[in-house]
């Protein structure tokens, strides 16, 4: 069964950054898309990156192209999301997600498995 764990969340000021991190386990994470969701206090989840299966595949949200990046490293069974500017407007909780095919896809209902989520509040 696939295990995502995600760190790195924290509260910053307005303009700084913060990288997460999502630990992968159970099954080998080279089969799997991955990306990050996040989830404002009562919004939907939104879309914010994704990564196919070598890395070479990446897509953004609009609210964070410019700003966010998604890397993995298939060695260490882990993803990031590298996330500079910050703005109040992405205080949320990130989902690290994972799906067993390799497009990368958008939607939330197109990945099997959801983490606990981190909490990023960033203050003006």
């Known amino acids: 069964q696939v295990q995502l764990v995600e760190s790195g969340g924290g509260s910053v000021q307005a303009g700084g950054s913060l990288r997460l991190s999502c630990a992968f386990s159970g099954r080998t994470i080279s089969s799997y898309s991955m990306g990050w969701f996040r989830q404002a206090s009562g919004k939907e989840h939104d879309f914010v990156a994704a990564?196919?299966?070598?890395?070479?595949?990446?897509k953004y949200g609009d609210s964070v192209k410019g700003r966010f990046t998604i890397s993995r490293d298939n060695v260490q069974n882990t993803v990031y999301l590298q996330m500079n500017s910050l703005e109040p407007e992405d205080t949320a909780v990130y989902y690290c997600?994972?799906?067993?095919?390799?497009?990368?896809?958008?939607?939330?209902?197109?990945?099997?498995?959801w983490g606990q989520g981190t909490q990023v509040t960033v203050s003006s």
């Open positions: 990564i196919g299966w070598s890395g070479v595949s990446t």
């Open positions: 997600v994972a799906r067993p095919f390799s497009n990368v896809v958008t939607q939330s209902s197109g990945y099997s498995y």
